[in-house]
Protein backbone atom coordinates (compact mmCIF):
# COMPACT_ATOMS: atom_id res chain seq x y z
CA UNK A 1 0.00 0.00 0.00
CA UNK A 2 1.39 3.36 -1.30
CA UNK A 3 3.03 5.37 2.20
CA UNK A 4 -0.01 8.15 2.93
CA UNK A 5 2.55 11.08 4.95
CA UNK A 6 0.68 12.57 8.24
CA UNK A 7 -2.50 14.69 7.35
CA UNK A 8 0.02 17.66 8.90
CA UNK A 9 4.01 18.19 8.34
CA UNK A 10 5.05 19.25 12.06
CA UNK A 11 7.09 16.37 13.76
CA UNK A 12 4.30 15.76 16.67
CA UNK A 13 1.28 14.66 14.84
CA UNK A 14 -0.74 13.85 17.19
CA UNK A 15 -1.90 10.40 15.20
CA UNK A 16 1.68 9.51 15.25
CA UNK A 17 2.01 8.84 18.32
CA UNK A 18 -1.02 6.88 19.64
CA UNK A 19 0.26 3.85 17.96
CA UNK A 20 0.21 4.75 14.65
CA UNK A 21 3.42 5.84 14.07
CA UNK A 22 4.00 4.41 10.30
CA UNK A 23 7.52 4.77 8.18
CA UNK A 24 7.86 5.03 4.83
CA UNK A 25 8.40 1.71 3.17
CA UNK A 26 12.16 0.75 2.36
CA UNK A 27 14.31 -1.87 1.11
CA UNK A 28 17.63 -2.69 3.24
CA UNK A 29 19.76 -2.15 -0.15
CA UNK A 30 18.78 1.38 -0.39
CA UNK A 31 19.87 2.62 2.52
CA UNK A 32 23.49 0.64 1.77
CA UNK A 33 23.61 1.81 -1.61
CA UNK A 34 22.75 5.99 -0.05
CA UNK A 35 25.78 6.14 2.27
CA UNK A 36 27.74 4.19 -0.36
CA UNK A 37 27.33 6.42 -3.85
CA UNK A 38 27.91 9.50 -1.27
CA UNK A 39 30.93 8.55 0.75
CA UNK A 40 32.43 7.04 -1.82
CA UNK A 41 31.97 9.78 -4.80
CA UNK A 42 33.33 12.16 -2.00
CA UNK A 43 36.69 10.13 -1.57
CA UNK A 44 36.79 10.25 -5.43
CA UNK A 45 36.12 13.68 -6.26
CA UNK A 46 38.53 14.74 -2.50
CA UNK A 47 41.84 12.76 -3.88
CA UNK A 48 42.30 15.99 -5.16
CA UNK A 49 41.87 19.23 -2.25
CA UNK A 50 43.03 22.04 -2.35
CA UNK A 51 43.65 22.39 1.59
CA UNK A 52 43.49 19.21 4.23
CA UNK A 53 43.12 19.88 7.46
CA UNK A 54 44.41 17.38 10.21
CA UNK A 55 42.70 16.86 12.78
CA UNK A 56 39.21 18.49 14.38
CA UNK A 57 39.48 19.53 17.34
CA UNK A 58 39.15 23.12 18.06
CA UNK A 59 42.15 24.66 16.49
CA UNK A 60 41.24 22.01 13.42
CA UNK A 61 37.48 23.65 13.37
CA UNK A 62 38.52 26.90 13.48
CA UNK A 63 40.55 27.01 11.04
CA UNK A 64 38.06 25.15 8.61
CA UNK A 65 35.18 27.43 9.78
CA UNK A 66 37.54 30.62 8.76
CA UNK A 67 38.49 28.83 5.66
CA UNK A 68 35.63 27.84 4.25
CA UNK A 69 33.70 30.77 5.09
CA UNK A 70 36.28 32.73 3.43
CA UNK A 71 36.87 31.03 0.48
CA UNK A 72 33.73 29.01 -0.26
CA UNK A 73 35.61 28.07 -3.94
CA UNK A 74 38.44 26.03 -1.77
CA UNK A 75 37.86 22.09 -1.34
CA UNK A 76 38.53 21.83 1.98
CA UNK A 77 38.75 18.70 3.49
CA UNK A 78 38.95 17.57 7.01
CA UNK A 79 40.84 14.42 8.35
CA UNK A 80 40.24 13.14 11.93
CA UNK A 81 41.08 9.89 13.35
CA UNK A 82 38.35 9.46 15.83
CA UNK A 83 34.65 8.92 15.51
CA UNK A 84 33.96 11.20 17.67
CA UNK A 85 35.18 15.17 16.05
CA UNK A 86 35.99 18.14 18.54
CA UNK A 87 39.19 16.88 20.22
CA UNK A 88 39.71 17.97 23.44
CA UNK A 89 37.41 20.55 23.49
CA UNK A 90 34.25 18.58 24.77
CA UNK A 91 35.46 19.44 28.29
CA UNK A 92 36.77 22.57 30.08
CA UNK A 93 40.10 21.30 32.43
CA UNK A 94 39.96 18.50 34.94
CA UNK A 95 36.39 17.44 33.24
CA UNK A 96 34.56 20.13 34.49
CA UNK A 97 32.17 21.35 31.75
CA UNK A 98 32.27 25.26 31.72
CA UNK A 99 34.95 26.69 28.90
CA UNK A 100 37.11 29.66 29.61
CA UNK A 101 37.92 31.77 26.39
CA UNK A 102 39.96 34.85 26.65
CA UNK A 103 39.25 37.84 25.12
CA UNK A 104 39.37 39.02 22.13
CA UNK A 105 39.02 35.17 21.38
CA UNK A 106 35.60 35.95 22.54
CA UNK A 107 34.75 37.62 19.44
CA UNK A 108 34.79 34.09 17.73
CA UNK A 109 31.98 33.24 20.09
CA UNK A 110 30.22 35.84 18.98
CA UNK A 111 30.64 35.00 14.99
CA UNK A 112 29.53 31.39 15.29
CA UNK A 113 26.82 32.06 17.78
CA UNK A 114 27.66 30.84 21.00
CA UNK A 115 26.57 32.58 23.82
CA UNK A 116 28.94 33.02 27.08
CA UNK A 117 28.78 34.79 30.68
CA UNK A 118 31.38 37.84 30.69
CA UNK A 119 33.42 37.79 33.40
CA UNK A 120 35.54 40.61 32.36
CA UNK A 121 39.00 39.80 31.15
CA UNK A 122 37.65 36.67 29.89
CA UNK A 123 34.17 34.90 29.12
CA UNK A 124 32.59 31.36 30.22
CA UNK A 125 30.88 29.32 27.59
CA UNK A 126 28.09 27.13 29.85
CA UNK A 127 29.44 23.66 28.32
CA UNK A 128 32.76 23.25 26.45
CA UNK A 129 30.68 20.81 24.41
CA UNK A 130 27.83 23.82 22.94
CA UNK A 131 31.17 25.78 21.66
CA UNK A 132 32.63 22.15 19.57
CA UNK A 133 28.97 21.24 18.62
CA UNK A 134 28.03 24.80 17.73
CA UNK A 135 31.19 25.00 15.84
CA UNK A 136 31.04 21.60 14.14
CA UNK A 137 27.62 22.15 12.62
CA UNK A 138 28.60 25.21 11.46
CA UNK A 139 31.60 23.60 9.66
CA UNK A 140 29.72 20.61 8.26
CA UNK A 141 26.74 22.71 7.00
CA UNK A 142 29.48 24.85 4.28
CA UNK A 143 29.00 23.09 1.12
CA UNK A 144 33.15 22.87 0.12
CA UNK A 145 33.82 21.19 4.25
CA UNK A 146 33.94 17.75 4.04
CA UNK A 147 34.96 15.28 6.85
CA UNK A 148 36.29 12.25 7.20
CA UNK A 149 36.04 11.18 10.69
CA UNK A 150 37.33 7.34 11.92
CA UNK A 151 40.21 8.07 9.35
CA UNK A 152 43.66 8.74 10.43
CA UNK A 153 46.38 10.32 8.46
CA UNK A 154 49.28 7.74 8.99
CA UNK A 155 51.87 9.42 7.03
CA UNK A 156 52.54 12.41 5.33
CA UNK A 157 52.79 12.93 1.23
CA UNK A 158 56.52 14.77 0.68
CA UNK A 159 58.21 15.64 -2.54
CA UNK A 160 60.49 17.19 -4.18
CA UNK A 161 59.37 20.53 -5.21
CA UNK A 162 60.01 23.04 -8.05
CA UNK A 163 62.74 24.75 -5.93
CA UNK A 164 64.23 21.69 -4.85
CA UNK A 165 62.95 21.60 -1.84
CA UNK A 166 61.34 19.21 0.34
CA UNK A 167 57.52 19.73 0.33
CA UNK A 168 54.47 18.26 1.97
CA UNK A 169 52.01 17.50 -0.94
CA UNK A 170 49.30 15.81 0.86
CA UNK A 171 48.37 13.08 3.60
CA UNK A 172 48.43 9.30 3.50
CA UNK A 173 45.26 8.06 5.50
CA UNK A 174 43.82 4.96 6.49
CA UNK A 175 41.00 3.90 8.71
CA UNK A 176 41.79 4.92 12.00
CA UNK A 177 41.03 1.06 13.14
CA UNK A 178 43.82 -0.21 10.57
CA UNK A 179 46.25 2.78 11.40
CA UNK A 180 46.15 1.57 15.17
CA UNK A 181 46.36 -2.33 14.29
CA UNK A 182 49.13 -2.18 11.23
CA UNK A 183 50.96 -4.90 14.18
CA UNK A 184 48.23 -7.75 13.74
CA UNK A 185 48.74 -8.27 9.96
CA UNK A 186 50.79 -6.83 7.26
CA UNK A 187 50.30 -5.24 3.98
CA UNK A 188 47.18 -2.93 5.02
CA UNK A 189 48.44 -0.49 2.66
CA UNK A 190 47.36 3.47 2.88
CA UNK A 191 45.70 5.52 0.67
CA UNK A 192 46.25 9.50 -0.23
CA UNK A 193 44.79 12.59 -0.61
CA UNK A 194 46.47 15.07 -2.70
CA UNK A 195 46.57 19.30 -1.85
CA UNK A 196 49.31 21.57 -2.29
CA UNK A 197 48.52 22.90 1.42
CA UNK A 198 48.21 20.53 4.80
CA UNK A 199 46.97 22.27 8.05
CA UNK A 200 48.35 19.90 10.66
CA UNK A 201 46.03 20.39 13.53
CA UNK A 202 47.07 16.96 15.48
CA UNK A 203 46.99 18.80 19.21
CA UNK A 204 49.59 17.60 22.41
CA UNK A 205 48.06 14.58 23.40
CA UNK A 206 46.66 10.84 22.58
CA UNK A 207 47.23 8.08 20.19
CA UNK A 208 48.27 10.58 17.64
CA UNK A 209 48.92 14.00 19.05
CA UNK A 210 51.71 15.93 17.64
CA UNK A 211 51.69 13.55 14.43
CA UNK A 212 52.63 15.95 11.88
CA UNK A 213 55.92 17.32 14.06
CA UNK A 214 56.77 13.68 14.77
CA UNK A 215 56.62 12.57 10.91
CA UNK A 216 58.75 15.84 10.16
CA UNK A 217 61.27 15.09 12.44
CA UNK A 218 61.54 11.41 11.33
CA UNK A 219 61.16 12.66 7.45
CA UNK A 220 64.16 14.48 8.19
CA UNK A 221 62.83 18.01 7.96
CA UNK A 222 63.03 18.82 11.58
CA UNK A 223 66.08 18.23 13.66
CA UNK A 224 64.14 17.27 16.62
CA UNK A 225 61.24 18.56 18.77
CA UNK A 226 60.77 21.32 21.05
CA UNK A 227 58.35 19.63 23.41
CA UNK A 228 56.18 21.44 25.22
CA UNK A 229 57.17 22.95 28.38
CA UNK A 230 55.25 24.09 31.43
CA UNK A 231 51.73 25.94 31.72
CA UNK A 232 51.72 29.44 31.71
CA UNK A 233 48.79 31.26 30.27
CA UNK A 234 49.80 34.47 29.57
CA UNK A 235 52.85 33.40 28.04
CA UNK A 236 51.15 30.03 26.14
CA UNK A 237 48.41 31.50 24.55
CA UNK A 238 49.91 34.48 22.19
CA UNK A 239 52.88 32.01 21.85
CA UNK A 240 51.00 29.27 19.80
CA UNK A 241 48.27 32.63 18.04
CA UNK A 242 51.24 34.48 17.20
CA UNK A 243 54.09 31.57 15.73
CA UNK A 244 51.55 29.87 14.05
CA UNK A 245 52.97 28.88 10.35
CA UNK A 246 54.20 27.33 7.18
CA UNK A 247 56.65 25.60 9.79
CA UNK A 248 57.62 23.01 6.26
CA UNK A 249 56.35 23.89 2.85
CA UNK A 250 53.25 23.19 2.57
CA UNK A 251 52.29 22.22 5.84
CA UNK A 252 51.19 24.80 7.83
CA UNK A 253 50.78 24.20 11.77
CA UNK A 254 48.19 25.15 14.35
CA UNK A 255 46.66 24.67 18.07
CA UNK A 256 48.80 22.55 20.49
CA UNK A 257 51.12 20.27 18.33
CA UNK A 258 53.07 23.38 17.69
CA UNK A 259 53.93 23.47 21.34
CA UNK A 260 55.37 20.29 20.57
CA UNK A 261 57.23 21.58 17.25
CA UNK A 262 58.06 24.84 18.75
CA UNK A 263 58.61 24.04 22.35
CA UNK A 264 56.27 26.99 24.07
CA UNK A 265 54.27 26.25 27.23
CA UNK A 266 51.49 24.84 27.44
CA UNK A 267 48.25 26.78 28.39
CA UNK A 268 45.93 24.53 30.60
CA UNK A 269 42.17 25.25 30.39
CA UNK A 270 41.61 28.04 28.28
CA UNK A 271 40.66 27.34 24.86
CA UNK A 272 41.19 31.32 22.95
CA UNK A 273 44.28 30.35 21.59
CA UNK A 274 42.96 27.46 19.72
CA UNK A 275 40.43 29.59 17.89
CA UNK A 276 42.65 32.25 16.94
CA UNK A 277 45.62 30.03 16.04
CA UNK A 278 43.02 27.92 13.62
CA UNK A 279 41.73 31.56 12.59
CA UNK A 280 45.64 32.33 12.21
CA UNK A 281 46.23 28.80 10.51
CA UNK A 282 43.37 30.10 7.73
CA UNK A 283 44.98 33.13 6.54
CA UNK A 284 48.06 31.29 6.38
CA UNK A 285 46.71 28.87 4.20
CA UNK A 286 44.84 31.37 1.68
CA UNK A 287 48.07 33.18 1.41
CA UNK A 288 50.47 30.12 0.51
CA UNK A 289 47.62 28.92 -2.13
CA UNK A 290 47.78 32.96 -3.45
CA UNK A 291 51.56 32.79 -3.83
CA UNK A 292 52.03 29.73 -5.63
CA UNK A 293 50.55 28.16 -9.32
CA UNK A 294 49.04 24.60 -8.18
CA UNK A 295 48.34 22.39 -10.90
CA UNK A 296 46.46 19.00 -9.94
CA UNK A 297 46.62 19.84 -6.77
CA UNK A 298 50.67 20.35 -7.05
CA UNK A 299 52.70 23.33 -6.28
CA UNK A 300 54.50 23.80 -9.59
CA UNK A 301 56.01 27.23 -8.95
O1 LIG B 1 41.81 19.24 20.66
P1 LIG B 1 43.00 18.62 20.03
O2 LIG B 1 43.80 17.65 20.80
O3 LIG B 1 44.03 19.75 19.53
P2 LIG B 1 43.83 21.32 19.34
O4 LIG B 1 45.20 21.86 19.09
O5 LIG B 1 42.75 21.60 18.37
O6 LIG B 1 43.31 21.82 20.77
C1 LIG B 1 44.08 21.55 21.89
C2 LIG B 1 43.27 21.90 23.11
O7 LIG B 1 42.15 21.00 23.22
C3 LIG B 1 44.10 21.72 24.35
O8 LIG B 1 44.87 20.77 24.41
C4 LIG B 1 43.88 22.65 25.51
C5 LIG B 1 43.89 24.10 25.11
N1 LIG B 1 44.84 22.32 26.56
C6 LIG B 1 46.05 22.76 26.62
C7 LIG B 1 46.92 22.21 27.69
O9 LIG B 1 47.85 22.89 28.11
O10 LIG B 1 46.63 21.06 28.15
O11 LIG B 1 42.51 17.95 18.67
C8 LIG B 1 43.40 17.24 17.84
C9 LIG B 1 42.58 16.33 16.97
C10 LIG B 1 41.93 15.17 17.75
O12 LIG B 1 40.56 15.11 17.46
C11 LIG B 1 42.65 13.92 17.24
O13 LIG B 1 41.81 12.78 17.16
C12 LIG B 1 43.07 14.37 15.85
O14 LIG B 1 43.43 15.73 16.00
N2 LIG B 1 44.27 13.68 15.35
C13 LIG B 1 44.35 13.12 14.12
N3 LIG B 1 43.45 13.03 13.12
C14 LIG B 1 43.85 12.39 12.01
N4 LIG B 1 45.08 11.83 11.84
C15 LIG B 1 46.00 11.93 12.82
N5 LIG B 1 47.21 11.40 12.66
C16 LIG B 1 45.65 12.60 14.02
N6 LIG B 1 46.30 12.86 15.19
C17 LIG B 1 45.44 13.51 15.99
Known amino acids: MPFEAPSQDNYDTTENYDGGYKFAPIEEAEVS ?11 YERAVSDVVIVGAGSAGLSCAYHLGKTRPDLKITIVEANVAPGGGAWLGGQLMTPMVVRKPAHLF ?9 DEGAFVVVKHAALFTSTLLSRVLSMDNVVMMNATAVEDLVIREDFQGRQRVGGVVTNWTLVALNHDTQSCMDPNTITAPVVVSATGHDGPMGAFSAKRLVSAGLLKELGNMRGLDMNRAEPAIVNNTREVAPGLIMTG ?38 ITKGKVVA
Not at 33 to 43: G, L, P, Q
Not at 262 to 281: E, L
Request: glycine letters at 8%; proline letters at 3%; charged letters at 30%.
Open 33 to 43: RAMIKRYFDTM
Open 109 to 117: LKEVGVPFE
Open 256 to 293: MELSEHDGCNRMGPTFGAMMASGIKAAKEAMRALDTHT
